[in-house]
């Protein structure tokens, strides 16, 4: 419901067939949308608009619509999940815009996140970076230790935690000027690195992530801080530190063997 309040916009959106397309800017209009209404609802009116229209409704991610799997990438007038701070797509609210605006909706551009089609990118190589490393090997033979019973400093263990709230939605990919994936495979290579059963395998996990970062394509980090602006789970540029921290170290350990 809307009502009085309801806001007309203009919408350009991104339309794009498969990667080899070169893709264009399409222009729609949507009436009465409600404030309350989320961002991603929006969408769904506007492709109801479009089915209704015997058209191809646009093509974009999503699945929990709560901030929590990371899918519905979305740059939105600029910004890796629009405007607002610590908030997926998903998260995003119509109040946030006024009646009578043009809001420019466009899939992450990263040369490692090929279009598939319309605003859905390929992120697989998010999965390979973390089949490369981003795991524990646990000792499955009945003579398991019960995590709880490894002390963990409070403070180590609030960071490992903090980092592990990364959903994978490569907005810092998207967002960095380098397309670089540091900000993302930090925050993997630290929710272990901190935590004592993260430390037996720690070297050769840096090492194959950061490998497997780079055979995908991301770009290198210049330190600009943006990935850390547009992540919607805060995760820290410490972590970046952290990881090269660790690089570093793994690297020594390398050559000694
Ligand atoms: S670091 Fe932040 S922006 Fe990057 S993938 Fe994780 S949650 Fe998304
Ligand atoms: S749809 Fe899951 S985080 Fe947005």
């Given at each position: 419901m809307s009502g009085a309040n309801g806001l007309n916009l203009t919408l350009k959106v991104w339309r794009q067939k498969n990667d080899k397309d070169k893709g264009q800017m399409e222009t729609y209009q949507v009436a009465d949308i409600s404030p309350d209404s989320s961002f991603l609802e929006m969408m769904d009116i506007l492709n109801e608009q479009l089915i209704e229209e015997g058209k191809e409704p646009v093509a974009f991610?999503?699945?929990?619509?709560?901030?929590?799997?990371?899918?519905?990438?979305?740059?939105?007038?600029?910004?890796?999940?629009?405007?607002?701070?610590?908030?997926?797509?998903?998260?995003?609210?119509?109040?946030?815009?006024?009646?009578?605006?043009?809001?420019?909706?466009?899939p992450w551009r990263a040369k490692a996140f090929p279009v598939i089609k319309d605003l859905v990118v390929d992120r697989s190589g998010f999965d390979r970076i973390m089949a490369a490393g981003g795991f524990v090997s646990v000792n499955t033979s009945g003579n398991t230790q019960d995590a709880n019973a490894i002390?963990?400093?409070?403070?180590?263990?609030?960071?490992?935690?903090?980092?592990?709230?990364?959903?994978?939605?490569?907005?810092?990919?998207?967002?960095?000027?380098?397309?670089?994936?540091?900000?993302?495979?930090?925050?993997?290579?630290?929710q272990f690195a901190l935590l004592p059963q993260g430390r037996p395998e720690a070297a050769e996990r840096v090492q194959n992530m950061v490998k497997q970062m780079d055979e995908e394509g991301f770009g290198n980090c210049s330190n600009t801080g943006a990935c850390e602006v547009e992540c919607p789970k805060g995760i820290s540029l410490e972590n970046i530190a952290r990881m090269n921290r660790e690089y570093l170290s793994s690297s020594f350990k390398k050559e000694e063997v």
């Open positions: 991610d999503h699945d929990c619509r709560e901030g929590i799997c990371g899918m519905c990438s979305m740059y939105i007038n600029g910004e890796a999940h629009g405007p607002g701070r610590g908030i997926t797509t998903c998260q995003l609210h119509m109040r946030e815009f006024n009646n009578g605006d043009t809001i420019y909706i466009e002390p963990i400093p409070k403070a180590d263990a609030d960071k490992a935690f903090d980092a592990a709230t990364c959903i994978g939605c490569g907005a810092c990919v998207a967002s960095c000027k380098n397309a670089s994936a540091m900000l993302f495979v930090s925050a993997k290579v630290s």
